[in-house]
């Protein structure tokens, strides 16, 4: 809602004018530790250096995938391109050319009746909250199909994008509307022939150019006063004359999410790039394949890439896998993750990491956000209904025994693919580490599931015990550094001690689920060291 607020409230206005249309419109270790209880009950011997990494004797377990066709469609499978720093080419985009599919004329989004209501329902508590009651959404909703109500929702010009100052759906040279943001609401105002919207146009350009209109500049720059004055006649001919092309449904909201996201990088100065040791993932790249995937739920593209052990043979070697997140940080832990198993301190796993497509910031956590808190349950479902299923076709995995890790905000997200695994038909992971969980960051705090996130999501309610292991690790010295968001919420230790005291609640005392380490660190110093630890079976 954070987003489409000011775009939902513009249609509502507008909405709202006339009878015809009524309204509209997610590190050294300290003190003693559990966590050896975490270790497969397996050998260091087994794990010599020049050891056969083969596994026939593991039964390979196949994953239900549930990819859709135009996801399976999207898949771009290819070697390694970190060393070509892949983000320096997308920062060199223009943020303010918005689609390079619309670049051949005016084309319009146009919501019916039945797109109206459609987006009253899905954001039907968010309208609540505006002051709408139930009776009068149902009421709004009767009279946009009585009406048979239509509403110019965007507008996309040679692929410059605009969602103000848009004509009446049919309009023809007679009366019309425009929105001015007036600094708390929207102010509805009308034309009466086109001639007079022409007149008016100065002032209206002028407004676009003001503080109150930095948050959406539309793809042309305010500077360009002449274009978008052109842009805009050309929108009220194209309406007039009925020469134009549509778009679909939600392409304006998918558009103004893309600008304010490139405005932010250009403005802001966000950080595309990854963390990169350029020896270390040179001696690995020809160990590594990198996928991209679309995903339709959260409508973005996934960079995922999987490296395997030096020896691996596909089919014949059934190893489990070890997934990490953030990849814009983890995948410089990759190289190292390799050489302990080259060198036969660590058991071959699969390494896949996860992260984002390189023309965003990674590392931006309304971005990761996005991922972990917002849409944590449909990118659950993409790792668990699509990614791990696709790959288990291509590599032989061990999925009970292999592991998702997340960090900080994506500990928020282990914790919450852990805590509901049990509603799922594939079962991808035995094991979940939960690193440093920022349960009181405000992108977590204000979900509207935050009580169930206190109470595991009910799966103590769902299930008598634990049936995955869980390694819950932290810094000793992370609490001073965020202290002033904790509030009444538990600090990052105390949430950790007190996961570990509520799994193991539920646990055979003699074989606990849960486990927890320590390292002398702050937020996120420790994680190599201890990644390192993880596949040596050292803890």
């Not at 050891?51 to 996801?71: P, Q, Y």
Request: glycine fraction near 6%; hydrophobic fraction near 35%; aromatic fraction near 12%.
């Amino acid at each position: 809602m954070k987003k489409i607020s000011r775009i939902i409230l513009t249609a509502i206005c507008i909405a709202l004018l006339t009878p015809s249309v009524a309204a509209c419109s997610k590190k050294e270790t300290e003190g003693t530790t559990t966590a050896s209880a975490f270790a497969e009950e397996t050998t260091q011997e087994s794990a010599v250096a020049g050891a056969s990494i083969s596994n026939t004797e593991k039964a390979l377990v196949r994953l239900t995938g549930h990819m859709t066709e135009k996801e399976r469609a999207s898949i771009k499978e290819g070697p390694l391109t970190l060393l070509d720093e892949p983000w320096a080419e997308a920062a060199k985009k223009d943020p303010y050319v918005i689609s390079e599919e619309y670049t051949d004329g005016v084309y319009f989004e146009i919501w019916g009746p039945e797109d109206l209501n459609q987006e009253i329902d899905e954001n039907r508590e968010d309208y609540i909250q505006m002051g709408y009651t139930e009776k009068e959404l149902e009421e709004i909703k009767e009279q946009n199909i009585k009406n048979d109500t239509h509403l110019v929702y965007g507008a996309v010009v040679d692929g410059r994008f605009y969602d103000r100052l848009l004509p009446e759906y049919k309009y023809n040279k007679g009366k019309g509307y425009y929105s001015v943001w007036g600094g708390t609401e929207f102010v509805t105002k009308e034309y009466n022939n086109y001639d007079e919207f022409l007149s008016l146009l100065p002032d209206l350009l002028e407004m676009y150019e003001g503080k109150d209109y930095e948050y959406v500049k539309t793809s042309v720059s305010t500077s360009d006063t002449e274009q978008m004055k052109a842009d805009i006649i050309r929108i009220f001919e194209a309406m007039m004359s009925g020469e134009y092309k549509t778009m679909p449904r939600n392409t304006t909201l998918k558009a103004f999410d893309e600008y304010w996201d490139n405005v932010r990088i250009l403005e802001e100065g966000l950080d595309c790039s990854w963390e990169l040791d350029r020896d270390a993932v040179a001696a690995i790249k020809d160990q590594v394949t990198e996928y991209h995937i679309y995903d339709e739920q959260l409508d973005r593209t996934l960079i995922v890439h999987v490296a395997l052990p030096k020896g691996y043979e596909n089919e014949k070697d059934v190893l489990p896998a070890l997934v990490l997140t953030d990849a814009v940080w983890r995948f410089n832990d990759i190289a190292k993750l390799l050489k302990e198993m080259e060198e036969g301190r660590a058991k071959p796993q699969i390494l896949i990491s996860i992260g984002q497509d390189y023309t965003i910031s990674n590392s931006d956590n309304m971005e990761r956000s996005a991922l972990f808190c917002e849409g944590k349950d449909k990118f659950l479902d993409f790792i668990t209904d699509d990614l791990m299923p696709y790959l288990g076709e291509k590599y032989s995995i061990d999925f009970e025994n292999s592991t998702l890790f997340g960090h900080s905000l994506g500990g928020v997200f282990a914790h919450y693919a852990a805590f509901n695994s049990d509603r799922y038909e594939n079962q991808p992971f035995g094991k979940y580490i939960i690193g440093s969980p920022a349960f009181w960051s405000p992108y977590s705090t204000e979900m509207d599931d935050f009580s169930e996130q206190k109470n595991d999501y009910g799966y103590f309610e769902r299930n008598q015990t634990m049936n995955k292991k869980i390694l819950i690790t932290g810094g000793t010295d992370e609490n001073e550094d965020y202290q002033e968001y904790f509030g009444e919420n538990d600090s990052t230790l105390d949430a950790i001690a007190h996961l570990e005291e509520r799994v193991n609640a539920h646990c055979d005392p003699s074989s606990p689920m849960a486990a927890s380490k320590l390292y002398k660190s702050h937020h996120y110093q420790y994680i190599p060291d201890m990644l390192i630890e993880y596949v040596d079976e050292t803890i």
